[in-house]
């Protein structure tokens, strides 16, 4: 009985010490909901009645180029996860499916970039997009990151599970290498290719520094370059004004979340577990 | 194994092979013999230097500041945010009330751009003004200013990045909680063992390969993110806030000083070389049974 009791004590001190935490946790996010969407005299005075605005967000978006920004953004997004989703996909059938000399070393090399992120190289990396001619480009802000060693690894481990049996039939009923790629071994990856586009997707969008490096112009430069850009030198300390950007910026990823919570949890498990 | 299908497989590999090898590969190499040459200036082609880039590395007192920044910053981030992402998820596991919201409050931060957050981080601690001040005054706390007080702006900082970060630990171990066998609990209930022994004699030793995964990530992130450092204090006050990867930037982007960026950059390769080698013949040894 008395084993009972302090099981269910216990278990309300779990209850409010989850909560209170996840209150911590969301937080910073409420705070920058209530500065957003009110005039700027109460982003620090929290009352029942401070009247509601989307003025903070009509400023933001006249103040600087954020529609090319986004612009920017979408396309960087789209290109990085083309070129992965193909790229990687041919290499990580060529390690399942064939034999051939070197295959263990060359996997090896692969395996390298999960723990050198390009991140890291940002200066020889300039320098290589500076002598192609790729400074300021969207194309030189992606080309670092179009093969994926995290990509190769997880589509690698998916195709290995895939029946040889499916494969055989597939191989009697005359359908070439290619076929076999097309017709069996991506339909069944499914599942993994969305759960690395979602990853691959949110990383992108968020990513900072290699952008801020190789951009110099509105041309090229992603949200999270404008976004910083804009914070540091445009507003002085309007801060109802640079928040409602904030969350701008993150407004797309933020309601992919909510909007498909389930989705986006179970594709970073799976992207992790493999 | 016959020449064509040879071919075959290597034209597949060709295109990500050679992306790997230009971005990757090829850069790490490069930095390291570009830490023994001199930075090319307009008049003056780079040449060989030995060892005086680290040379002046060692002389460079911001640097020894960054790498003893960079280690509190590790020390802090790690065990926090690991711990708490175990705790989340053994909440989040468990059965406990509005769980779906739970996990949604803890895993947002993930979703979030690091430079938009480290925006409202910021005003959350700005003087007299931000949130944090007004919740200290509402105590009867006096006005601290949290990112420009040398004593205390590396912990504001490392605050955000375990923020940003449990919540992304904790799917992993959630993952694995979801893999282990509902039977073993019930097991350990008819034995009578309690919540603790169950967690410390069964739960751990299991999760134990998520927790190496994980750590090996957080080591990696610590000497990795830097974004929150570029818009909340950009190293400062007085480089209290400066992280390696901060000074590189600084040095290879501000002060145009490749040499030098390079033997910074050897020794964040090398800092992440040593994590590989542990992780490769220490931890995966440990985390089987």
Redesign the interface.
Known sequence: MSQAGS?SA?GIV??V???L???L?????L??VW?AFHPSEYS?KFTLLAPLTLENFERAWQAAPFARYFLNTTLLVTLILCSQLV??T??A???VR????GKNV?FA??L??L??????????????MSKLGLIDTLFGIG??Y??S?FA?FLLRQTFKSIPKELVEAATMEGAS?MQILWRVYVPLAKPVYVAFALVSV?YH??N??WP??VTNSVNSRP??VG??VF??TDQGID?SI??AA??L??AP??L???LF?RQ??QS??RA??K | MNAGRQAHAYLMLLPALALLVAFTHYPAVATLVDSFMSTPKPNRPSVFVGLENYASMIDDPIFWQALRNNLWFALATIPLSVGLALAMALWVNGKMMGRGLLRMAYFTPTVLPMIAVANIWLFFYTPSYGLLEQVGGFFGLPSHNWLGDKSTALASITAVAVWKEAGFFMIFYLAALQGISPSLREAAAIEGAGRWFFFRRVLWPLLMPTTIFVLVNAVINAFRMVDHVVVMTRGGPDNATSLLLYHLYEVGFKFWDQGYAAAITVVLLGTLAAVALVQFFVLDKKAHY
């Open positions: 099981q216990a779990d209850t010490a989850a909560w935490l996840a209150i946790w969301i937080l910073p996010l705070y920058a500065t620090a790229l990687c041919l290499a059938y060529a390690f064939y034999e051939f000399r060359l090399l692969v390298v970039q723990m050198i992120m390009p991140d890291i190289l940002l200066v020889e990396n300039y320098k290589t080309l670092p179009f093969a060693a190769i290498s949110s969008w968020n900072f520094l801020l490096v949200l999270t976004l910083q914070a540091s801060w640079i928040t904030t969350l910026t993150a990823l933020l992919a979340f909510l919570q986006f949890v970073f498990m992790g577990i």
